[in-house]
């Protein structure tokens, strides 16, 4: 994964799913933070949910496992004037944090490429204090299991680093399995994509490319209209779910 997000990290400093969208307001909100906090956001990418959150909590960590992202982080971190953000080369399996050093944690967009989720949820866990937060916004594959196989197959396709697309309903149970307390689900969202920009970002090989339109084109109506497929210009859509839990 490392050697994959290396290669694309400034791709992901623009991308609108990325940098923008309801799913960030709604998780910084969710958070409660009210300037006091010590924030860790795990596996951060460009840094934009740390970036978020920084302009409300006391500090903020920005962990990722390549470096290329954290030097996209630092990079737009900086050209904001940010004094209370630091970075953080680390696992999300491994977090290199003492035991109750956060108040919240967060996860945004990145947790399809954990390879361990239940693990990463109980480092998580670990390194929240008692009464901290833990926020995850991920993109969701439906509860249906066809639709589930067809997401998570355009998924790899496009993405060898990407493990999977977890259910809404398999990622409260992993909540509750790594002992958080009030697993909840708080909203859905759907992200709408541009099939062209979407591999274009992750650099999807050509071959891989022509099957993704093939997949897409050819799909049974009910998986068409499940992911909203359109065929030109290619766009699709997809699930995602902000979900809160508490360490009591």
Known sequence: ????????????????????????????????????????????????????AAARAAHVTALDVTPQMLDVARGLAGERGLANLAFQLGDVMALPFENAWFDVVTSRLSAHHYADPARALREAYRVLK??????????????????????????????????????ASEWLRMLRGAGFDEAES?????????????????????????????????????????????????MFSIPSVLARAAKA
């Open 130 to 167: 008692p009464g901290g937060r833990f926020l995850l916004v991920d993109t969701i594959a439906p509860e249906d299991a066809t639709l589930d196989t067809f997401n998570n197959c355009f998924e790899l396709l496009r993405d060898a680093s990407h493990v999977r697309n977890w259910r």
């Open 186 to 234: 708080l909203d859905r969202y759907v992200i709408r994509l541009d099939g062209a920009s979407w591999v274009e970002r992750m650099r999807t090989p050509p071959t891989k490319v022509s099957m993704l339109r093939e997949l897409f084109r050819d799909a049974p109506a009910p998986v068409r209209a499940a992911f909203e497929i359109q065929d030109d210009p290619w």
């Open 1 to 52: 994964m490392r050697d994959q997000f290396g290669a694309v990290a400034a791709a992901y400093a623009t991308s609108a799913v990325h940098a923008t969208g309801p799913d960030l307001a709604a998780l910084i909100e969710a958070a409660g933070l009210s300037g006091v906090e010590r924030v860790l956001d795990m596996g951060c990418g460009a840094g934009h949910t740390a970036i978020a």
